[in-house]
């Protein structure tokens, strides 16, 4: 396991920012430091899952990613004066995990999206809302729960109900998500990953 990977799964605080400023001063990619970053707080997880580490240690896990996303964020920072389109982003109704979401946030941003974030535990009333006041041509669900699935779903059928389907793609993201989610929910793409994400909204914005 490498150094900063192992820094973050025994939350130290002092040391993971630290690490985290000498890889970019080392020039390297942020999206390899972010995964770093990403395998240790899925280890955080495991421990949690097995009684290793309790609720305390997970928000601690998320405080210290959070510190490691304001260390990235000004990297990160793209070309503001080209919008390659706009996304409406949020994580699904009874799921507040947000760390991925903000980093995908960061990611699509650099890359040129305009980006409208709802934030977390968002109903699907409120999706359908921006969906008519921002008029985006991507919406993107994050969920790390797999007992929010039915949220991503619901949120999906409501977006249909209300007549605006044909006039989003809609993208699910996060830990979780899989392509037989994909289906079952009717969204038009899935990825466990944020980089691949903003690929993925590139491409359906030429579909
Ligand atoms: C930190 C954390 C928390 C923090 C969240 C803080 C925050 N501000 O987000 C707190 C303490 C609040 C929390 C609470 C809970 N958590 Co929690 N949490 C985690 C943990 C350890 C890390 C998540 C994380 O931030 N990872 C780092 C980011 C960068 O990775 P990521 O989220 O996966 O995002 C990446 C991709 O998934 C993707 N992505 C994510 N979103 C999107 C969106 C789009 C559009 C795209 C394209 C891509 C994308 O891009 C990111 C970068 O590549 C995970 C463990 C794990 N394996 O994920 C558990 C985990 C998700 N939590 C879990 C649980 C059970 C809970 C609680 C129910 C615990 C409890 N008993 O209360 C509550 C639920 C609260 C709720 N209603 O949502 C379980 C879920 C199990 C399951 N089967 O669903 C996990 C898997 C831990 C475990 N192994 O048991 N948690």
């Keep these: 396991m490498n150094e900063l990977t192992k820094a973050v799964v025994e939350l130290e605080h002092e040391s993971v920012p630290e690490m985290v400023r000498n890889e970019l001063d080392a020039g390297i990619p942020v999206e390899e430091i972010i ?8 280890m955080v997880g495991e421990k949690f899952s097995n009684g290793e580490y309790y ?3 997970l928000i601690m896990a998320g405080e210290l990613f959070n510190s490691v996303i304001e260390i990235i964020r000004p ?5 503001k004066t080209s919008t390659l389109g706009k996304i409406v982003l949020a994580t699904v109704k009874d799921d507040i995990h947000d760390i991925g979401k903000n980093v995908f946030k960061g990611f699509a941003e650099a890359s040129g999206f305009d980006v409208c974030d709802l934030g977390v535990d968002v109903a699907p009333e409120a999706i359908v809302d921006a969906i008519s006041n921002e008029k985006p041509d991507i919406v993107a669900l994050s969920c790390l729960l797999t007992s929010a699935f039915d949220s991503i779903e619901k949120t999906i059928t409501t977006i249909k109900k209300a007549g605006v389907r044909d006039q989003v793609k809609i993208i699910i993201g996060g830990a979780p998500v899989s392509g037989e ?4 929910a009717g969204a038009d793409a899935a990825t466990r990953s944020a980089a691949e994400g903003v690929q993925l909204c590139k491409k359906l914005l030429n579909e």
Excluded: S
């Design 55 to 57: 609720l305390p240690e």
């Design 35 to 42: 995964e770093k970053c990403r395998q240790g707080m899925e």
């Design 75 to 79: 990297v990160l920072t793209g070309d």
């Design 181 to 184: 989610l994909k289906e079952w």
